[in-house]
T-cell receptor, first 113, second 111 residues
Framework: EPEVTQTPSHQVTQMGQEVILRCVPISNHLYFYWYRQILGQKVEFLVSFYNNEISEKSEIFDDQFSVERPDGSNFTLKIRSTKLEDSAMYFC???????????FGDGTRLSIL | LAKTTQPISMDSYEGQEVNITCSHNNIATNDYITWYQQFPSQGPRFIIQGYKTKVTNEVASLFIPADRKSSTLSLPRVSLSDTAVYYCLVGPYQAGTALIFGKGTTLSVSS
């Protein structure tokens, strides 16, 4: 079964540094998403992306965040100047156009020191 | 989006059938009901989705009464590996739409 893959599985970064989280969505999917889950809390929506544009974003997705589809297979989340509170699991998901469910990767654990 | 209410936790034994009920009194006409499963340190995994009546796949069944104000996820003959958090989500489920997760139901299966 095709799956969403995310790299790295764990990223440790100093506060104030930039970090890029990478995702390879399922190949025929056209909608891409980022979610995060702070330890012990709910899964929270960050952003959805379609046709090289942001479709929807939450209040969490402020100016320090950006997303990009740099080529035909990768989807990235960049955090420009990380804060301690950015420490969380970040999940990428993808879906196709036909109202099918979102499929999630196993996440990148981001630890900000 | 419709608010959902589900038990915080449930306990079961291997081989038993587990039914997790979700209440969604203000479900809208174009809302679907979707269940996800999440293991520790993994992403949510889609289990099943339905609009009305009953839906069954190789993993679970989803029962939705005529008024659609609740739904029940049924897991037949659970095993230890079914220990996870189960989320009930209700929404229009259009492509590109944010999924809104609650706290889910933590299912613990013992031998």
């Amino acid at each position: 079964e095709p799956e969403v893959t995310q790299t790295p599985s764990h990223q440790v970064t100093q506060m104030g540094q930039e970090v890029i989280l990478r995702c390879v969505p399922i190949s025929n999917h056209l909608y891409f998403y980022w979610y995060r889950q702070i330890l012990g809390q709910k899964v929270e929506f960050l952003v959805s992306f379609y046709n090289n544009e942001i479709s929807e974003k939450s209040e969490i997705f402020d100016d320090q965040f950006s997303v990009e589809r740099p080529d035909g297979s990768n989807f990235t989340l960049k955090i420009r100047s990380t804060k301690l509170e950015d420490s969380a699991m970040y999940f990428c998901a993808s879906s196709d156009l036909a109202n099918q469910p979102q499929h999630f990767g196993d996440g990148t654990r981001l630890s900000i020191l | 989006l419709a608010k959902t209410t589900q038990p915080i936790s449930m306990d079961s034994y291997e081989g038993q059938e587990v039914n997790i009920t979700c209440s969604h009194n203000n479900i809208a006409t174009n809302d679907y009901i979707t269940w996800y499963q999440q293991f520790p340190s993994q992403g949510p995994r889609f289990i099943i989705q339905g609009y009305k009546t009953k839906v069954t796949n190789e993993v679970a069944s989803l029962f939705i009464p005529a008024d659609r104000k609740s739904s029940t996820l049924s897991l037949p003959r659970v095993s230890l590996s079914d220990t996870a958090v189960y989320y009930c989500l209700v929404g229009p489920y259009q492509a590109g739409t944010a999924l809104i997760f609650g706290k889910g139901t933590t299912l613990s299966v013992s031998s």
